[in-house]
């Protein structure tokens, strides 16, 4: 189908996002970890604050649309972001990127699940989606590396590279055809109840909130760490950019594998389990890395990003089979405003606890309350079967 093969294209430029290892090298030439986990934050406010919103918007308007301008807008950004050293600068450019994410978050995905429905091929999604999980690994893993190479050898060009590509991106993403299947009338009173209508999906029974509640939480300690930990610890660790982008390099790989191997692994295990085996490894990542070396370290890293993969699909299984498609941007835009949340709200503090502490001790300490919040929903799942 068309608009799959240009979906696979688009993830590829889009994910080949060759400052991720950069970016925190870059900022700590001019910002201590609190103030550059309050840009981050402000990015992730931005984007949390307008997800529902444009997740309306490509129910109504169109995923097509949102897409296209959300490569547009990280185009621009990118292309001012490595001559600035203001502060209040990069506070506007990553309010930008934040709006770009969130006019992208669900908007592809939902596009790509509604083509296939529209195709009558929707039997095909999680074949479907562990291909697009492995074009993001891939991705990811060639622009880890080679971005790592790329600030080294001249510190602003992983920026204008990842810009040239999205202005590549935009003009591709016109090609992609809006699916027809349960399109929404646009009128303002529309706009605004389909803001609440993501909640509605996702909460609208016990067990499918606890559900919620569990894959936010999880999902939560997934975007902390690639957001704020991952870079870091591998800092604490003494590897430079180059060190690791290989690491995170090497990660990317074993989630390619993943990613591959995981409508196998689904079907072998089934989705519960999937869910259960990736937390383990998630806290064992963070509970772990204060007690080991580099060589231990960093294998507890590269199992954290390859079991993200892992995650990631089962996530969008499990919840792909509860929602509507009429509202599946914005049910998916909700899921991923509740994940980001923690993050968003207490980012500062975490950027202030790395600065006294280490990236490893703060890891410790989050593990342990990721564990706590799951403790808690499980308790609450027990009660809802005595009662």
């Known amino acids: 189908m068309k608009n799959i093969r240009l979906a696979y294209v688009l993830t590829f430029l889009g994910e080949c996002y060759w400052p991720s290892v950069a970016a925190l090298f870059f900022y700590l030439r001019y910002f201590s970890f609190a103030q550059i986990a309050t840009l981050w934050a402000i990015q992730a406010a931005t984007a949390n604050l307008l997800e529902i919103p444009t997740g309306a918007f490509a129910d ?101 590279i990842q810009g ?35 909640l509605k999906e996702l909460f ?3 067990r499918m909130t606890r559900v919620t509640l569990q894959l936010a939480v999880v999902g939560a300690g997934y975007i902390i ?28 790989i074993f989630s390619v594998i993943a990613s591959r191997c995981f409508v196998k692994i689904k079907n072998l ?10 937390t383990i490894m998630l806290l064992a990542s963070f509970l772990i890395a204060r007690y080991v070396g580099l060589i231990a370290g960093s294998a507890l890293i590269i199992m954290r990003i390859a079991s993200s993969s892992t995650f990631r699909n089962t996530r969008t299984v499990i919840v792909n089979e509860w929602i509507s498609s009429k509202n599946r941007a914005t049910a998916l835009s909700t899921l991923s405003l509740l994940t980001q949340t923690p993050y968003i709200l207490l980012s500062p503090l975490f950027g202030l606890m790395i600065d006294r502490t280490s990236p490893n001790q703060f890891a410790w300490w989050l593990g342990l309350g990721i564990l706590g919040l799951l403790g808690t929903t499980t308790l609450l799942r027990v009660s809802d079967k005595n009662n």
Request: aromatic share 14%; net charge neutral.
């Open 164 to 198: 040239t590509m999205f202005v590549i991106a935009t003009t591709l993403a016109i090609k992609l055809v809006e699916p027809k299947i349960d399109s929404i009338k646009f009128d303002l009173k529309t706009m605004l109840a389909q803001n609440l209508v993501g």
């Open 225 to 252: 760490a690639s957001n704020i930990l991952g870079a870091s610890q591998a800092r604490e660790y003494g590897m430079d950019a180059r060190g690791t982008g290989w690491l995170f390099g090497v990660g990317c």
């Open 60 to 160: 109504i308007v169109g995923r097509r649309t949102s897409i296209i301008i959300s490569f547009g807008l990280s185009a621009i950004s990118l292309f001012v972001f490595p001559f600035t050293t203001s502060f209040w600068i990069f506070v506007i450019l990553e309010m930008v990127k934040g709006l770009a994410n969130a006019l992208y978050s669900g908007s592809m995905e939902a596009l790509v699940y509604d083509s296939l429905k529209d195709g009558e091929k929707e039997s095909e999604y999680p074949k479907v989606a562990a291909n697009f999980e492995t074009v993001n690994w891939t991705a990811w893993a060639i622009s880890a590396i080679g971005g790592g190479y790329l600030y080294y050898w001249q510190y602003q060009s992983p920026w204008l």
């Open 204 to 206: 609208q029974n016990s």
């Open 269 to 278: 295990l089934g989705e519960n389990k999937l869910i259960v085996l990736t």
